[in-house]
């Protein structure tokens, strides 16, 4: 077992860097109690442990435009001051969790016990993130103007990606949105869908609940009043 922060910086988003071993018992000052990363992570097999950040990411910080690939292995009983108790992804950063890799058991004194969504992240196989945590869907909008100059603005939340057949769990993630509004797209199959996947968004949207049960999942993946 190792007992340090691991940083993960800049220099390796030329050489990506692959980690087998287990981060527990660690506080960061701030961000990404067991790890911060500043480039490229393979994570395989191993757990992510009872790690204490002080603002985000408890068991992972995953920086602005960085990109973690979590194959197997846990994220549990991590505990963040802010947001993100197991992971948080930044602004234009990868999750991408497959191969049996789980998030459970962690707190966030914040939003998103399990993971906190203000980017990309993607789900697929047998993984999941345990009814105990949620995921946290951060908000953003487009804007545009029409041929009458008007502008306009579009409210999103960044979406869960399914990137292949979901399997294993009945329940692979509980999902809070930061805001509850008809039509918002919660789910997404079409964009990261891997070329082996056989299933559609209509068999797997199921699997998914809403913190808010006065709402569900449609089967476009978007919410819907009971």
């Not at 527990?24 to 992510?48: D, H, P, R």
């Not at 999103?156 to 990137?163: D, G, N, S, W």
Request: glycine content about 12%; charged content about 15%; hydrophobic content about 30%.
């Amino acid at each position: 077992q190792v007992s340090f922060v691991v940083i993960v910086d800049y220099i390796i988003q030329l050489f990506p860097l692959l980690f087998q071993h287990t981060f527990c018992n660690t506080t960061a000052t701030k961000y990404g109690g067991g790890i911060n990363v500043g480039g490229v992570l393979t994570f395989k097999k191993g757990e992510i442990t009872g790690n204490t950040a002080t603002e985000d990411g408890g068991g992972i910080y995953i920086g602005p435009s960085k990109t973690v690939q979590m194959n197997g292995g846990a994220v549990l009983k991590n505990t963040a001051g802010n947001n993100g108790g197991g992971v948080f992804i930044s602004s234009n950063a990868n999750f991408a969790l497959s191969q049996g890799g789980y998030v459970s058991g962690n707190t966030a004194t914040g939003y998103g016990n399990g993971v906190y969504v203000k980017s990309n992240f993607t789900i697929q196989g047998g993984s999941y993130v345990d009814e105990s945590n949620d995921v946290y869907l951060k908000t953003y909008h487009t804007y545009s103007y029409n041929d009458e100059g008007v502008y306009t603005a579009t409210k999103h939340v960044y979406p869960v990606y399914i990137a292949k057949d979901l399997t294993n769990h009945s329940i692979v993630a509980v999902i809070t949105p930061e805001s509850y509004e008809v039509g918002l797209q919660v789910l997404d199959y079409s964009s990261r869908k891997s070329a082996s996947a056989t299933t559609t968004l209509e068999d797997e949207y199921k699997k998914f609940k809403l913190s808010d049960e006065t709402y569900t999942i449609a089967s476009d993946g978007t919410l819907q009043l009971k």
